[in-house]
T-cell receptor, first 113, second 119 residues
Framework: QKEVEQNSGPLSVPEGAIASLNCTYS??????FFWYRQYSGKSPELIMSIYSNGDKEDGRFTAQLNKASQYVSLLIRDSQPSDSATYLCAARHGSSNTGKLIFGQGTTLQVKP | GAVVSQHPSWVICKSGTSVKIECRSL??????MFWYRQFPKQSLMLMATSNEGSKATYEQGVEKDKFLINHASLTLSTLTVTSAHPEDSSFYIC???????????????FGQGTRLTVV
């Protein structure tokens, strides 16, 4: 079992729709979770970080964390073609703030005009 | 915002030669830098953690004699791929942790990556 799992997709949504990206993790003591966006040929850029159960909203993005079920999700409202990219979920290994990041394989999102 | 500069952005080398990749933190002191490798359509895999002034910690399965890491200052870490072979062709990305401020929590500071092609 991979430590961080994502559906590789592609996930295709029409422009203006809500895109829902999901991620599960196996390390029960992980406390910090991150969503990165990666355009083809580029390095990842941080979109959201979340540490507590519940929802965290930032503009069109909402991260959701459920530690009991060990899943993290990212919702993108009013999806735009420019949101088309690969989204990487990452969990910090262990409970320490200095643990390494473990990345999922990424979900490719396609937003169609 | 914090910037991590990686150089070169791409390099083509002949099989058997060595290639050095630099990772610099431009406006903060990076006591820890991370080196990742990403093969096409795969996720980032941590290769090693580089700590300033000490030996790097390599992940399981990563050959330390092949991937030499030097972190001689608080703003520079280098990765040297020695005796490169075509199977080493990949996208290498560094990230840096700013331990002085709380920004290190996010580890958001990635370099722009280096595309290595070994022919």
């Amino acid at each position: 079992q991979k430590e961080v799992e994502q559906n590789s997709g592609p996930l295709s949504v029409p422009e203006g729709a809500i895109a829902s990206l999901n991620c599960t993790y196996s390390d029960r003591v992980s406390q910090s979770f991150f969503w990165y966006r990666q355009y083809s040929g580029k390095s990842p850029e941080l979109i959201m970080s979340i540490y507590s159960n519940g929802d965290k909203e930032d503009g069109r993005f909402t991260a959701q964390l459920n530690k009991a079920s060990q899943y993290v999700s990212l919702l993108i409202r009013d999806s735009q073609p420019s949101d088309s990219a690969t989204y990487l979920c990452a969990a910090r290994h262990g409970s320490s703030n200095t643990g390494k990041l473990i990345f999922g394989q990424g979900t490719t999102l396609q937003v169609k005009p | 915002g914090a910037v991590v500069s990686q150089h070169p952005s791409w390099v083509i080398c002949k099989s058997g030669t060595s290639v050095k990749i630099e990772c610099r933190s431009l406006d903060f002191q990076a006591t820890t830098m991370f080196w990742y490798r990403q093969f096409p359509k795969q996720s980032l895999m941590l290769m090693a953690t580089s700590n300033e002034g000490s030996k790097a910690t390599y992940e399981q399965g990563v050959e330390k004699d092949k991937f030499l890491i030097n972190h001689a200052s608080l703003t520079l870490s280098t990765l040297t791929v020695t005796s490169a072979h075509p199977e080493d062709s990949s996208f290498y990305i560094c990230s840096a942790r700013d331990q002085v401020t709380l920004r290190w929590i996010t580890e958001a500071f990635f370099g722009q990556g280096t595309r290595l092609t070994v022919v």
